[in-house]
């Protein structure tokens, strides 16, 4: 079983930054994908990053130039760096751990992301 914790969350006006981390534990093994997820009221939850534990990145085109996705193997934590935040950034952001091999997801609680001034 993996445990998934998000923190890092909050209110923030346009043009700001957040700063979101993500810690995987359990039982965990190479090679994996973790990713951050976002979701709004009515909508389907999209992806925004995501890193595998071979450092390679994904981003959705919305957030690409904006957002930077890191991780820290030796913590099995990875980091959602948000610039220059826009009131449609705004959404309940979740992260996800992924065994490449079995395909298993498993997700944290979400964590709420507020652009507004």
């Known amino acids: 079983q993996v445990q998934v914790v998000e923190s890092g969350g909050g209110l923030v006006e346009p043009g700001g930054s957040l700063r979101l981390s993500c810690t995987a534990s359990?039982?965990?093994?190479?090679?994996?994908?973790m990713g951050w997820y976002r979701q709004t009221p009515g909508k389907q939850r999209e992806l925004v990053a995501s890193?595998?534990?071979?450092?390679?990145?994904n981003y959705a085109d919305s957030v690409k130039g904006r957002f930077t996705i890191s991780s820290d193997n030796s913590k099995n934590t990875v980091y959602l760096q948000m610039n220059s935040l826009k009131p449609e950034d705004t959404a309940v952001y979740y992260c996800?751990?992924?065994?490449?091999?079995?395909?298993?997801?498993?997700w944290g609680q979400g964590t709420q992301v507020t652009v507004s001034s």
């Open positions: 996800n751990f992924r065994h490449i091999s079995s395909g298993y997801s498993h």
């Open positions: 359990g039982s965990i093994f190479r090679p994996y994908v």
């Open positions: 890193i595998t534990s071979g450092f390679t990145t």
